[in-house]
Protein backbone atom coordinates (compact mmCIF):
# COMPACT_ATOMS: atom_id res chain seq x y z
CA UNK A 1 0.00 0.00 0.00
CA UNK A 2 2.29 2.25 -0.94
CA UNK A 3 0.27 6.07 -2.00
CA UNK A 4 0.93 6.65 -5.71
CA UNK A 5 0.50 10.04 -7.52
CA UNK A 6 -1.18 10.25 -11.71
CA UNK A 7 -0.97 13.04 -13.70
CA UNK A 8 -2.47 12.92 -16.84
CA UNK A 9 -1.68 15.30 -19.61
CA UNK A 10 -4.52 16.16 -22.72
CA UNK A 11 -2.88 15.99 -25.57
CA UNK A 12 -5.39 18.37 -27.40
CA UNK A 13 -8.33 20.28 -25.12
CA UNK A 14 -10.30 21.31 -28.50
CA UNK A 15 -9.53 17.93 -30.76
CA UNK A 16 -13.16 16.60 -32.30
CA UNK A 17 -13.31 13.03 -33.56
CA UNK A 18 -15.85 13.98 -36.69
CA UNK A 19 -17.78 11.30 -38.12
CA UNK A 20 -16.70 11.19 -41.84
CA UNK A 21 -20.14 11.75 -42.71
CA UNK A 22 -20.58 14.95 -40.78
CA UNK A 23 -17.49 15.92 -41.95
CA UNK A 24 -18.88 15.51 -45.91
CA UNK A 25 -22.09 17.29 -44.95
CA UNK A 26 -20.33 20.46 -43.64
CA UNK A 27 -17.94 20.16 -46.57
CA UNK A 28 -20.65 20.80 -48.63
CA UNK A 29 -22.76 23.22 -46.69
CA UNK A 30 -20.90 26.30 -46.41
CA UNK A 31 -23.82 27.69 -43.87
CA UNK A 32 -23.64 24.80 -41.88
CA UNK A 33 -19.76 24.88 -41.64
CA UNK A 34 -19.70 28.27 -41.01
CA UNK A 35 -21.76 27.88 -37.58
CA UNK A 36 -19.99 24.99 -37.22
CA UNK A 37 -16.72 26.64 -37.08
CA UNK A 38 -18.16 29.02 -34.61
CA UNK A 39 -19.04 26.61 -31.46
CA UNK A 40 -17.13 25.44 -28.77
CA UNK A 41 -15.04 22.13 -28.55
CA UNK A 42 -17.74 20.82 -26.22
CA UNK A 43 -20.54 21.67 -28.18
CA UNK A 44 -18.97 20.36 -31.62
CA UNK A 45 -18.05 17.02 -29.93
CA UNK A 46 -21.58 16.44 -28.81
CA UNK A 47 -22.95 17.12 -32.16
CA UNK A 48 -19.97 14.67 -33.08
CA UNK A 49 -21.16 12.38 -30.77
CA UNK A 50 -24.88 12.32 -31.36
CA UNK A 51 -23.71 11.16 -35.16
CA UNK A 52 -21.48 8.57 -34.18
CA UNK A 53 -23.76 7.28 -31.57
CA UNK A 54 -26.41 5.63 -34.34
CA UNK A 55 -25.73 2.07 -34.94
CA UNK A 56 -27.47 1.78 -38.30
CA UNK A 57 -26.35 3.94 -41.82
CA UNK A 58 -30.14 5.23 -41.86
CA UNK A 59 -30.17 6.54 -38.73
CA UNK A 60 -26.50 7.81 -38.94
CA UNK A 61 -27.56 9.75 -42.06
CA UNK A 62 -30.74 11.23 -40.32
CA UNK A 63 -28.62 12.33 -37.82
CA UNK A 64 -26.37 13.94 -40.08
CA UNK A 65 -29.16 15.61 -41.65
CA UNK A 66 -30.81 16.90 -37.90
CA UNK A 67 -27.04 18.48 -36.86
CA UNK A 68 -27.11 20.29 -40.42
CA UNK A 69 -30.75 21.70 -40.21
CA UNK A 70 -30.25 22.30 -36.64
CA UNK A 71 -26.69 24.19 -37.66
CA UNK A 72 -28.33 26.77 -40.69
CA UNK A 73 -31.34 27.41 -37.88
CA UNK A 74 -28.85 29.40 -35.95
Given at each position: ?????????????????????LASA???????????????????????????????????????EEVL??????
Open positions: GDPVTMRFAIADQDAVDVPAELASSPAASAVWDSLTAGKRRAFAYRVHGAKTPGTRARRVAELVAR
